[in-house]
């Protein structure tokens, strides 16, 4: 099983549209998460970290489950900017590496 | 700030051949990272340095080597190139590390625009 699984999608939506993403961890004793965006042919960049008590920002929100290990992502009012792959991201808490997880990543297109 | 830089862009080698890709970073960050990024596979970790000095092996390893020549510069080097090590490349960096304080640092890291190496 991966450390962190995500459906790949793609997820085709018209702009307006609200689209959640899900992604499950293995590890219990993760300490951070993360949602990270990749656009094509681009380097990853941080979009928001994840909160136990749930966060936003502007049309992002971002949802943690531990007991259920899985972290989520809502895109409401989807705007064609916002197609991109979305990477979910743990921190696994072994050490002070600064090591983290990444998810293979869920395609999003955004259609006019 | 730069942010972290690799070189070069491309590359195009051939079976056998050897080269190192170069990352620097400009934010006294204390832990570097290289990623491998295939089509499917999302991120793998190669090799990363927790602080100046120190390496070590992540989830694939083999086929490479590394070089933390100093706190700003981690470099990765292919002795003998194989056709399955085409793929892009990412170096990343965090203020996280071995020698980094307590709880505050934060996790984020920071990624290179990366190398697109095709091994022919």
């Known amino acids: 099983r991966k450390e962190v699984e995500q459906d790949p999608g793609p997820f085709n939506v018209p702009e307006g549209a609200t689209v959640a993403f899900n992604c499950t961890y293995s590890?219990?004793?993760?300490?951070?998460f993360f949602w990270y965006r990749q656009d094509c042919r681009k380097e990853p960049k941080l979009l928001m970290s994840?909160?136990?008590s749930g966060n936003e920002d502007g049309r992002f929100t971002a949802q943690l489950n531990r007991a259920s290990q899985y972290i989520s992502l809502l895109i409401r009012d989807s705007k064609l900017s916002d197609s991109a792959t979305y990477l979910c991201v743990v921190n696994p808490g072994s050490s002070n590496t600064g090591k983290l997880i990444f998810g293979q990543g869920t395609t999003l297109q955004v259609k006019p | 700030n730069a942010g972290v830089t690799q070189t070069p862009k491309f590359q195009v080698l051939k079976t056998g051949q050897s080269m190192t890709l170069q990352c620097a970073q400009d934010m006294n960050h204390n832990s570097m990272y290289w990623y491998r990024q295939d089509p499917g596979m999302g991120l793998r970790l190669i090799y990363y340095?927790?602080?100046?000095?120190?390496?070590d092996k992540g989830e694939v390893p083999n086929g490479y080597n590394v070089s933390r020549l100093n706190k700003r510069e981690f470099s990765l080097r292919l002795e003998s190139a194989a056709p399955s090590q085409t793929s892009v490349y990412f170096c990343?960096?965090?203020?996280?590390?071995?020698?980094?304080?307590?709880?505050?640092?934060?996790?984020?890291?920071?990624f290179g625009p990366g190398t697109r190496l095709t091994v022919t």
């Open positions: 340095s927790a602080s100046e000095g120190t390496t």
């Open positions: 994840v909160y136990s």
């Open positions: 990343a960096s965090t203020m996280r590390g071995l020698l980094a304080r307590g709880g505050s640092s934060s996790y984020e890291q920071y």
């Open positions: 590890n219990s004793a993760s300490q951070s």
